[in-house]
């Protein structure tokens, strides 16, 4: 087995001739796809929501109810990020899919990738719901990035509540590569043992307010002034009590709620049922120590029609810090 030696490969020198700043820019996505065949043969609304310029170096995307063939849905990853790039990882739960790629000249600096799923149907061979998780160590930053999909319903605020618990605890990363700082690690909080952690997918959380009044209160929204809306926010409200997500930040939402959608337009659900607008897709984030990861942007792509979901995704700088020890090379 090949390992990354810290003091010189994955040394200060290094790091700041690849990073200047020693910031890594990531870019992490959420969406259902409602599993959807009829892909687009380039993704670059999806993938490049501000424009190609704004290119960045780690790609993460997770996705529920995903299309029928993962390695299909990669092919239109790769092609539209292009040759600097390449596929570091990717891992699945049933339709569930978890895909890391990075810049080229970033790979030999990353430890083996490690994943894992939990499952929190009550019957473990369906896997529609749970979670997807992949971790690793670039230069001296440990990462987990996990994407889930929790119960859903409008009422179902216990059982997100539940499978969050059931994530967290039996979440069994790392496996070989060490943790960075063992004295933060908590064995009933996988969260607990990466330096930087992004957890991110279709939460499921809805507006606590009926249809017609979601409906008022977004014909008379002030552009991207979402505050009338997210008070009503089940997610949001549970954060607040310390029920769920202890620790994470999220950024702020300025972007209209991205389910239930009409598929194929940007008209919200109508449909004999008229499901209420709702922040299903969400991605937090949380770090060991403070002002390590900014938030560039966060957003949803409208653009995208092809779900009842809207993608939503974030753009994030993380400090890196040199590596220090040896761990498991992924070349």
């Known amino acids: 087995e090949r390992f990354l030696v810290g003091q010189g490969f994955l040394g200060e020198d290094e790091l700041e001739q690849h990073l200047p700043q020693q910031n890594l820019r990531i870019f992490i996505a959420t969406w259902n796809m409602n599993g959807k065949k009829d892909l687009p043969e380039r993704l670059d609304d999806f993938l490049f929501p ?18 029928p063939y993962r390695q299909e849905w990669e092919y239109h990853l790769q092609l539209t990020l292009g040759h600097r790039y390449v596929l570091l990882h990717s891992a699945a739960h049933g339709v569930l899919y978890l895909s890391l790629f990075i810049r080229r000249d970033l790979v030999g600096f990353c430890s083996e990738v490690e994943c894992a799923t939990v499952t929190t149907r009550f019957f473990p061979m369906i896997k529609t719901k749970g979670a997807v998780a992949a971790s690793f160590t670039f230069f001296g930053t440990s990462f ?22 059931k994530i967290i605890k039996n979440l069994q990363l790392p496996k070989n590569v060490p943790d960075t700082n063992p004295i933060y690690s908590d064995p009933d ?3 607990s043992r990466f330096d930087e952690v992004f957890w991110f997918g279709d939460f499921n959380f809805r507006l606590s307010k009926s249809r017609s009044e979601v409906d008022s209160i977004l014909e008379n929204l002030p552009e991207n002034d979402m505050r009338s809306l997210l008070q009503y926010d089940q997610l949001s409200e549970e954060v607040t009590k310390g029920s769920i997500f202890k620790g994470f930040k999220e950024g702020e939402i300025h972007f209209r709620p991205t389910y239930r959608f009409n598929i194929g337009s ?19 984030y949380k770090s060991r120590h403070q002002d390590d990861i900014h938030v560039l942007k ?6 995208m029609r092809q779900s009842d979901h809207k993608p939503v995704f974030g753009l994030f700088t993380v400090w890196i810090k040199p590596g220090s020890n040896n761990i498991p090379s992924t070349v």
């Open 50 to 67: 501000l424009g190609a310029e704004s290119a960045q170096d780690l790609y993460v995307i997770g996705v529920q109810e995903g299309c």
């Open 266 to 284: 940007d008209d919200y659900d109508t449909s004999k049922k008229q499901r209420t607008p709702s922040y299903t897709d969400r991605v937090m």
């Open 189 to 191: 909080d996988a969260t």
């Open 144 to 165: 987990l990035f996990i994407n889930a999909h929790f119960a859903a319903g409008d009422s179902k605020v216990k059982q997100r509540i539940q499978n969050y618990e």
């Open 298 to 303: 966060y957003g949803s792509c409208s653009l």
